[in-house]
């Protein structure tokens, strides 16, 4: 039963964005695992930098192994590895009972993304936002629609695009203090106001007047004069 309840911790955690947008949050030291980026490795351990500080993970020929697709972060997609698979940079989440001073950790299993595959998916990310992406301001909005019009600055002066929501279209809020997607949180539709910076991600129509989003980023900056 524990066996159980730990594995469906695992998937929740996995789930919830331990390995999202590109990379891995550092989730941490808990009591039944601990989540970071790889410092160093060898055949014996793996040390581990995470928001708690680091801790190494103890290798035996028990421990299994695991990649996880970075495209794909769930435990069903994960395909077996072993500790070669493992290098500085990568992210981890490592599962086992940490010890009392939560220095080291008996790994049982080892979730990893490799940073290679990291950078691969930032660079295909990077790509479909400049070819199916656009950015500009929000004017107005529709609840009742789920639509979102949009000023999109060009060469050829300010032009506006409707952007369409569908049942599957994730939003996101940005932080107050970055533009990174990487630093924004979840969010919903209600919380879109006029005049936020909007970035939206989808397929556009023939003529470019609309577009049909995938994921919706949203916020509003503080402008401080100098």
């Known amino acids: ?13 996995l789930s919830a964005g ?16 601990a989540g970071g ?20 993970a103890i290798i035996s020929d028990k421990t299994e192994f695991k990649v996880v697709p970075p495209d794909n972060p769930s435990l069903k997609a994960a395909i077996a590895a072993d500790a070669k698979s493992v290098g ?3 992210k981890l989440l ?11 950790i008996p790994a049982k299993a080892v979730y990893l ?6 950078a691969d998916r930032l660079k295909k990310e990077a790509e479909a936002w400049r070819t199916r992406g656009i950015s500009g301001k929000v004017v107005t909005y529709n609840p009742q629609t789920n639509a979102i019009t949009v000023s999109i600055k060009g060469l050829m002066g ?51 007047s609309e577009l049909t989003a995938e994921k919706v980023i949203t916020g509003a900056f503080k402008t401080v004069a100098g």
């Open 88 to 90: 500085a940079g990568d």
């Open 18 to 33: 331990v390995f999202a947008q590109g990379g891995a949050t550092d989730v941490g030291i808990k009591a039944n695992l």
């Open 158 to 208: 300010d032009r506006t695009m409707t952007v369409k929501s569908s049942d599957k279209t994730e939003y996101f809020r940005y932080s107050a203090e970055s533009v990174q997607f990487s630093d924004a949180r979840k969010s919903v539709f209600g919380e879109i106001e006029p005049g936020d910076a909007i970035r939206a991600l989808g397929d556009k129509n023939a003529d470019g």
């Open 37 to 56: 980026e790889v410092v160093s490795s060898d055949a014996n351990q793996i040390v581990i930098k995470t928001k708690d500080g680091e801790i190494v």
């Open 113 to 118: 993304i490799t940073k290679a595959s990291i």
């Open 1 to 13: 039963m524990k066996k159980l309840s730990l594995n469906l911790f695992i998937l929740a955690v």
């Open 94 to 104: 490592v599962t086992g009972m940490v010890s009392a001073d939560r220095k080291t």
